[in-house]
């Protein structure tokens, strides 16, 4: 798995870079995000929660179940909306409150 960070989106925040478990996110030169190795992510989605606008995809491939599609996170007080967006432009959303992370 990979990610994808679109530079038209991201504004600059850093939180990406500092949440990043394989420190492979840095801001560039023009302030924004970008990942320095894509394929060395671990696909832990880290900085595709941390994302405050979605700047950030989570690539899903059809080897995993994902269609090729694309997964984001929209963050609601404490509830997490998991996008995923496949190709044809549907998409489902999948919501879960953060407080319930370590409930099971």
């Not at 179940?65 to 959303?93: A, F, M």
Request: charged share 20%.
């Amino acid at each position: 798995m990979s990610i994808e960070i679109s530079k038209e989106i991201c504004i600059g925040c850093g939180q990406c870079a500092q949440i990043c478990p394989g420190t492979l996110i840095r801001l560039g030169d023009a302030g924004k995000a970008f990942i320095s190795h894509a394929e060395r992510c671990w696909g832990c989605a880290s900085c595709v929660k941390e994302c405050p606008v979605q700047a950030i995809a989570m690539f899903l491939g059809e080897d995993a179940g994902g269609l090729g599609g694309r997964l984001t996170v929209r963050r609601e007080n404490t509830l997490l909306h998991w996008i995923i967006t496949i190709p044809d432009g549907e998409k489902q959303i999948i919501t879960l409150d953060s407080r319930d992370a370590n409930k099971y």
